[in-house]
């Protein structure tokens, strides 16, 4: 019997082996050293991994605060609790972590439909909310690639990487605020998949045309973003590494440069070369900064992961329903 694979699992399979390829190449071109590895995790100060915890615990706060807004906006009463979403982000969170894809993104959707039910279409607009939410991490993320570009030192093959990351958020944002400009509760019945997404858009960036939400949900993102650059930085010093903020800032861009595309959960692996090759520009040894990269993600999956669990148990989801996800939110957008 001949095999025939649909051009979205073809180009699933390229992308995970461009992935493990890019992966192996910069494994086996630094090869780190076991032992040395070994050495860095001994001593490692805690009291700084503590607090390096405690501000990915602000960011995550900061940003389902954000996302809260988002949603207040786009959805007629009664709308869902900030408890409630605070529960919805963290299962997203643990589902990003665990899942390949960005099915956490739908898993957040899953969370507050099973508790929330609102007017027809309710689902659909809680999964436009998502994408409205991401719309504003981009002036975040531009002032961020700003930053780095000006005080940080940059290694020659991360310049394409973070052109092209750039690139593609200037090209969201754009789509973002033409969407914006309409506003409309028209069904998505009958629509094809780009009118569909494009329609879904608008509803959750209903927020722009309300000024003090949009700063709200903005400033959210921003805090976002500044306790997620000071918890790197303070995993920095856990691992007694003493290269200046900038630094931090660019392991921070390169780290979601290399998540862009989840090839496989937490793109592990892939993520700690992307963090050690431009530290040793800073004087920090590969081996060394592969094993920051090693502690660092598992800071950064900390929150999520413990937090996602406690919610996903109180909510009733277990991991395999989490695989299902997809299939559920389409069917609920209907």
């Not at 919610?311 to 957008?333: C, D, R, V, W």
């Amino acid at each position: 019997m001949r095999l025939r694979l649909s051009p979205k699992v073809i180009l699933r399979i390229a992308l995970v082996v461009a992935g493990a390829a890019l992966f192996g190449w910069l494994l086996w071109s630094h090869l780190p050293n076991m032992s040395s590895l070994g050495s860095s995790f001994a001593r490692v100060r805690w009291e700084f991994v503590a607090l390096a915890i405690v501000w990915n615990l602000l960011s995550v706060l900061a940003r389902a605060l954000a996302w809260r807004t988002v949603i207040e906006q786009a959805m007629p009463p009664p709308r869902p609790g900030y408890r409630d979403v605070f529960a919805a982000f963290c299962v997203g969170l643990f589902a990003n972590a665990v899942l390949p894809g960005r099915i956490g993104e739908l898993a957040r959707v899953a969370v507050l439909r099973r508790r929330f039910t609102g007017a027809p279409g309710t689902g659909a607009t809680l999964v436009s909310t998502v994408f409205a939410h991401r719309m504003f991490d981009l002036p975040a993320t531009l002032a961020l690639v700003i930053y780095v570009f000006v005080a940080a030192k940059i290694p020659g093959w991360a310049n394409t990487s973070i052109e092209l990351f750039v690139a593609l958020g200037l090209v969201l944002l754009l789509v973002a605020l033409v969407a914006a400009r309409r506003r409309d509760n028209a069904s998505l019945a009958g629509l094809g998949p780009v009118r569909r997404v494009l329609r879904m858009a608008r509803f959750g960036l209903a927020v722009m045309h309300e000024p003090v939400a949009a700063a709200g949900a903005l400033l959210g993102q921003f805090t976002g973003w500044l306790c997620q650059l000071a918890a790197v930085y303070t995993a920095m010093r856990a691992f007694d590494i003493h290269a200046p903020l900038a630094a931090a800032a660019l392991v921070l861009l390169l780290m979601n440069v290399a998540t862009v595309f989840p090839l496989w959960p937490g793109n592990f692996g892939l993520v700690q070369a992307a963090i050690a090759a431009p530290l040793v520009s800073y004087g920090v040894v590969y081996a060394h900064g592969i094993a920051f990269g090693v502690g660092l993600q598992a800071i950064e999956a900390s929150v999520g992961v413990g937090l996602g669990l406690l919610f996903l148990a109180h909510e009733g989801f277990s991991y395999n329903s989490l695989k299902q996800i997809p299939q559920m939110t389409e069917e609920e957008g209907r």
